[in-house]
Every structure is written in C-alpha cells, then in structure tokens.
C-alpha cells in the first residue's frame, strides 16, 4: 500500500501524483527526488518500483519479507538499510517493535514500513517544512529517517526504566507474580538491544564513507548526533539488563526466605501437635494399665487363684496403682507429661 508518494525539486513538493507512473514521468520532467513510502507491500507491489529504480532482488526480497536485523547493504549506486523501531504501549506496559526498510539512490528514497513505528508521516511533514534540510538530497531523508528511529527509543527507555522500578517495588513486597514479569521484560531488553546494538554499526559504516561520497558536513553533524544518541541508549539497555538480572536473583531469595518461613512455621506446628501427641499417648497408657489388669480379672476363668484370695482386691488396686505411678514417673522424666 503506498501511504505517500511526491516528488522534490530544489527542496519543495512539485506534485502529488496519483500513480507511480505518473511518479516516474514527474521525476524524469523534474529531475527532482522521488520520496514514495509504502506500508507492507507485496512483491508484486514492489516489482513496479524494483523495475524502474533497478532494485536488487535480494534487497526486495528482504522487504517483502521482513524480519530482517538492522543492517547496510550496497548493490551499485543504492543503498538499502534495514531499521527496527520501537515504541512503548503505555496500555500493556509492553515494547512494540517494527521495521522499516529505506532504498537510497541519487533521485529517490522507498521507505518500506512493516508496522506502526516510526512516525515517517512525521518525518516527511519536517522536512518539508526545512526545505534547505530536503535539498540536500536522499541522504537528508536517510539521516531524518535515522534520527527519528533513535530518537523515539528515549519514550521507550524511559517506560521500561518505569517497569523496572514498579518490578523491584514487587520483589521486595514479596509479589508472587513478579518472577514472570521479570521474565517478559528480560525478553523485551534483549530484543530492544538486537534492534539498537546493530544500529551502530549501520551508523558507523555510513560515517566511513563520508568522504568517499561527499557527504554535506551538516548531515555528517546530523550523523554524529544521531550516533551519541544511540550510544547512550545501548549504555542505558546494558544497565536495564544488569537490574533485571539482579531483581531475579534477589527475588529468588526472597522466595526462599518466604518458603524457609512457611516450613519453620509448618515444622513448629509439626512439633506442637507432636507434643500433643506424646501427652495424650502417655495419659492413655496410664489409663491402658488398669484397664488391662481389671480386663484380666474380669474374665470368668475358673481357675484363678487370685479371686478366691482374700487379699486379691486390693492386689488388683495396687498393682494399678504401681503400674499408673511407674508410667506416670517415667512419661514426666522423657519430658511427655
């Protein structure tokens, strides 16, 4: 789908073409620059623009395609970059990223978006306001383009660096969520560094050519600009992966200071029921002893020299009461009773 599609001459906007043809016809009349921007194309919406600016297959192929890590190729007199951007969604706290791929060639810029980032729409309305910016030719657009790439990582450091501080607030409240999160967030640094990390070395590989192809000094100002920007950045994402490192580790130990808590709680509920236990085993065995011997003699055996014993009752009662006493003595000693 082509969003914007324009032609440039000295700077200002000649036309709003309804086509590409009528595109191709303009930049031939004009000898302008041709800026079209197109939002996930198909190869057969390309094959138009790759047959009249002689793309290279495999630079069109890559932009159909997508998925590709920042990067910078050259095949003849164009130059294709690749681009990841970002940006944070305040709704689910999460980090967004898109690629846009840019040919550059003497008289044209095709910007190839694959999602919602970044604002190019943004970028065309600045430089048509700075017409001395626009006329400086494609390589202007490129250094627009890669300006505001980075410059829209700053909102996104500055919601993850937000993240960051909620998560250690979790860690020492002792949330039990926390650890995915943790997790989610790890993921999205490692990917926002995938996406800014190679960047420097598509910046630093257009700053070695500046003096090969004459770039203007202000651009090459722009450039450096841009690269400080990066640089802190990245710098900014090393120290967001080195706090969530250290706030899954603290959270783990927090988990086991919490799990050391519930089993000294569940082994001092263990001793006190075990306690109980010994106190009402002892109480029962001291209540067993009489019962035995009253059960012994209250069997209707015949023979049982003790029931016909003049002193056999009160036998029978002292010899519960020994045995109730010894029981009793030896249950106080183990620390039972």
Request: hydrophobic share 45%; aromatic share 8%.
């Amino acid at each position: 789908m082509i969003v914007d599609n324009a032609v440039y001459t000295d700077g200002r906007r000649v036309g709003r073409p309804a086509s590409l043809g009528a595109t191709y016809e303009l930049l031939r009349e004009s000898r302008g620059l041709a800026w079209i921007g197109l939002y996930r194309p198909t190869a057969d919406e390309l094959a138009s623009l790759a047959r009249e600016f002689d793309l290279h297959p495999l630079a069109v192929e890559d932009a159909v395609q997508a998925h590709q890590r920042p990067k910078l190729e050259r095949y003849g007199d164009t130059l294709f970059v690749v681009l990841r951007a970002a940006r944070y969604v305040d709704d689910r706290e999460e980090v967004e990223f898109a690629e846009v791929h840019v040919f550059v060639g003497d008289d044209f810029v095709l910007t190839v978006r694959h999602g919602e980032a970044p604002d190019l729409a943004g970028v065309r309305r600045r430089m048509e306001h700075d017409p001395d910016l626009l006329r400086r030719g494609a390589e202007a657009v490129l250094y627009a383009i890669l300006d505001r790439v980075v410059d829209d990582y700053a909102p996104v450091v500055a919601g993850v660096e937000n993240d960051i501080e909620e998560i250690e607030a979790e860690v020492f409240r002792g949330d039990p969520g926390v650890s995915q999160r943790i997790y989610e967030l790890s993921r999205e640094v490692v990917e926002f560094q995938r996406a800014a990390r190679p960047l420097g070395t598509v910046l630093a590989r257009l700053s070695a050519g500046f003096d090969k192809y004459g770039i203007d000094e202000e651009l090459q100002r722009s450039l450096r600009d841009v690269q400080d920007h990066l640089v802190q950045v990245i710098e900014r994402l090393d120290g967001f992966r080195q706090l969530l490192q250290a706030a899954l580790t603290v959270n783990a130990t927090v988990v086991a200071q919490q799990q050391n808590a519930e089993m000294k709680a569940l082994t001092e509920v263990s001793v006190a029921q075990n306690e109980e236990v010994k106190k009402i085993s002892a109480w029962a065995a001291i209540l067993f002893a009489p019962t035995l011997i009253g059960t012994i003699y209250g069997m209707n055996f015949e023979v049982m020299p003790e029931l016909g014993w003049q002193y056999g009752y009160p036998l029978a009662l002292g010899l519960m009461v020994v045995t109730c006493g010894s029981l009793f003595a030896v249950f106080r000693r183990l620390g039972w009773i």
